[in-house]
RNA sequence: ACGGCAGGAGACUCUAUCGCUGCAAUUUUUUGCAGAGGAAAGUCCGGGCAACGCAGAGCGCCAUACUUCCUAACGGGAAGGUGCCCGUUUCUUUGAAACGGGUAACAGCAAGUGCCACAGAAAAUUACCGUCCGCCAAAAGCGUGAUAAGGGUGAAAACGUGAGGUAAGAGCUUACGGGUGUUGCUGGCGACAGCAGCAUGGGGUAAACCUUAUGGGUUGAAAGGUCAAAUAUGUCUGGGUUUGAGGAUUGCUCGUCCGAUCCAGGCGGGUAGACCGAUAGAUCCGUACAGUGAUGUGCGGACCAGAUCAAUGAUAGAGCCCCUUAUGGGUGACAGAAUCCGGCUUAUACUCCUGUUGUUACC
RNA sequence: GGUCCAUUCGUCUAGGGGUUAGGACGUCAGGUUUUCAUCCUGGUAACAGGGGUUCGAAUCCCCUAUGGACUA
């Protein structure tokens, strides 16, 4: 249930085209997020991404730190949100893109993150 | 003992749980193994590899620059030569020699051209003051006159000192010293060194244009190849004839080719995406031999990341280290593979080693 | 990933080895005006950082930092 695989990501030009050209957002702070709802399929019923600009952190080392406890705690608690989708036969994609200029440490990471996580399911719940 | 500087080596370890990427086995969900660096960085050089110029040649452009060697190659490295700087010792007190260390874009301004601000007479065929000569009885003054010793300027001033010589002077001559070029001999593979002879007086600047020698065809894996939904409808190969408007071809020129038509043959091109390129190699470890050394050769062993919106992580505990200190708290630098190698440069907490230097204490 | 370029007062720029680095806008002070604007006078203020070549570097060369362009 605590996996991450391939499958589960958002890959390829046309998956994230689709997702910046025709998705919605909202901001919890450091995090900007994007989402498309779309209709289920046989594919896992989240698929998720997390993009560090360049500008806002200059070296790889911490890019690559970021994106690591950005996964981490994704994965962590992503449950109830597939609970959420599958349950409406939806699927979706979630992007978060990081807006701080500095380094979050992993806890406070974590409290934002649930905090996107119910904030997501508030907001896709309207339309169901 | 402590501190500074320079160089070199290492650059956190282990356990548990939950995950990620690849490979192998099992077989259809599990198991096992492996999983960032000394700089992976900057992209400053050199190569492997690949495509292109439908043959190619020249010019241009770029790079390098003491010698010999190493290397696949290099602008890298090793050993040496020369100049400069520093230290020690000896002779000696002007200085010289030996040893050790550091440093140098160290070919050529004695090939040509350019530039050398201000100051100064003059910045390179010198002439303001001065000295001498001539005109004039003399002085003052004048001169297609001679000269460059003395003066001050400047970053830099036309070999230095003594003697002779001269109207006055001057390498004009000569002795000594030192510079440059060149010839011969000796030593060295060579750069070069030593000795002897001859010539010469020649400012600096090539990280100014340039000359000489050597090297480089151009472009880089987003190169390039295979399969191939969608979409659009032509295009390619070989041979012959004719002709050259326009065009293509690496920065330019020459050259070459495309063009028109006839004959024969073929079906391809290609976006999203997938795969190859792409991870076994100028590889690593140990050892012996050759060499002053860089390095090479032989033997034995090992397999050591391979992603593609991009893996190598998170949590907890223990140890190591630091600060306060029996508790407790904190830190772990620089930094993250992207086609692969060899270098260079830059960043680097802490620990250890070597050299050098300073302070304090003791003998 | 690769290939190039740039960095000069607060802003836009000139200068390509030789005075005190020039100009415009801005800003500050004074003057003009009853006051403000305009106008006039004067001031302030810069060569990205470090090293080298040279008598002398903003300029030439090397390293570093920052910013930008092109290439799918």
Not at 3 to 20: H, I, N, P
Request: overall charge positive.
């Amino acid at each position: 249930m605590f996996t991450f695989k391939k499958s589960e990501r958002l890959c390829g030009t046309k998956q994230f085209a689709e997702l910046f050209a025709s998705g919605r957002s909202f901001v919890v702070f450091p995090y900007r997020i994007v989402f498309l709802e779309k209709e289920a399929d046989n594919n896992p019923a989240v698929l998720f991404a997390v993009s560090i600009p360049r500008r806002r952190m200059k070296r790889a080392v911490d890019r690559n730190k970021l994106k690591r406890r950005t996964r981490e705690v994704w994965r962590k608690n992503k449950a109830d949100l597939i609970d959420h989708f599958t349950k409406h036969h939806k699927k979706c994609y979630v992007a978060f893109i990081y807006l701080e200029n500095d380094l979050v440490s992993y806890q406070v990471a974590e409290r934002k993150i649930k905090d996107a996580i119910n904030r997501l399911i508030k907001e896709t719940s309207e339309y169901f």
